[in-house]
């Protein structure tokens, strides 16, 4: 299977804590891709990163991506109880050809106002 | 601005009965277009995605057909469904020239009795 693994399954933290969650994937990519998904919603896309960058910044969101290891994190910074929702990771394998992604399996993370 | 509509929110279906679940992309010419399932608490599965009217690839075998009758329009379809069947349907669009991201619709919640 192409599909990634995200880690932790699920992660719960304070407010104005940090919060990382790692991706693991198995083929190479063109790209790698992080998405929110609300309980019961459709997934929003946060953040892409290209497989020639080794780190990507949107306001409180952080995400590195080191191809060696076939591995990304994303890190929320400063979480707020807004942020309690499931991330998952998303892959565009190089053998892509129809613009395909698979998608991990997600960690759930719960911010504590 | 860009909008995917995706009906209905709700549905529940006798096992055996047909399926067709409608999607729709505003805003765009020639998306690639994605069906995917999602089980309860797990990550997402792609089944169907569409680089051009009439065009459809399966990434999985199974008890649905997926059409593309026009351009930005997208349907999910059963002849007979399982129980198994059962799940979260998510339609999603994305430009189709590399490197970008996936947008969702609010996805369809499929219960079979």
């Known amino acids: 299977s192409q599909q990634g693994e995200e880690d932790p399954q699920a992660l719960s933290i304070q407010e104005g804590e940090n919060a990382t969650m790692n991706c693991s994937y198995k083929?190479?990519?063109?790209?790698l891709q992080w998405y929110r998904q609300n309980s019961g919603r459709g997934l929003v896309h946060l953040i892409l990163?290209?497989?020639?960058?080794r780190e990507k910044h949107s306001g409180r969101l952080r995400v590195t991506l080191d191809t060696s290891k076939k591995s990304s994190s994303l890190l929320i910074t400063a979480s707020r109880a807004a942020d309690t929702a499931s991330y998952f990771c998303?892959?565009?394998?190089?053998?892509?050809?129809?613009?395909?992604?698979?998608f991990g399996t997600g960690t759930s993370l719960t911010v504590i106002p | 601005s860009q909008t995917i509509h995706q009906w209905p929110a709700t549905l529940v279906q006798p096992v055996g009965s047909p399926l067709s679940l409608e999607c729709t992309v505003e805003?765009?010419?020639?998306?690639?277009l994605y069906w995917y399932r999602q089980a309860a608490g797990r990550g997402l599965q792609l089944l169907f995605y569409?680089?051009?009217?009439?065009?459809i690839s399966s990434e999985v075998p199974q008890n649905l057909s997926a059409s593309r009758p026009q351009d930005r329009q997208f349907i999910l379809s059963s002849k007979k469904l399982l129980l198994s069947d059962s799940g979260f349907y998510l339609c999603?669009?994305?430009?189709?020239?590399?490197?970008?991201?996936?947008?969702f619709g609010d996805g369809t919640r499929l219960s079979i009795l």
């Open positions: 999603a669009w994305s430009r189709g020239n590399g490197n970008q991201p996936q947008h």
């Open positions: 083929t190479s990519i063109n790209n």
């Open positions: 990163i290209r497989s020639n960058e």
């Open positions: 998303a892959t565009d394998p190089l053998s892509n050809t129809g613009n395909q992604f698979y």
């Open positions: 805003g765009t010419s020639n998306p690639n």
């Open positions: 569409s680089v051009g009217i009439g065009q």
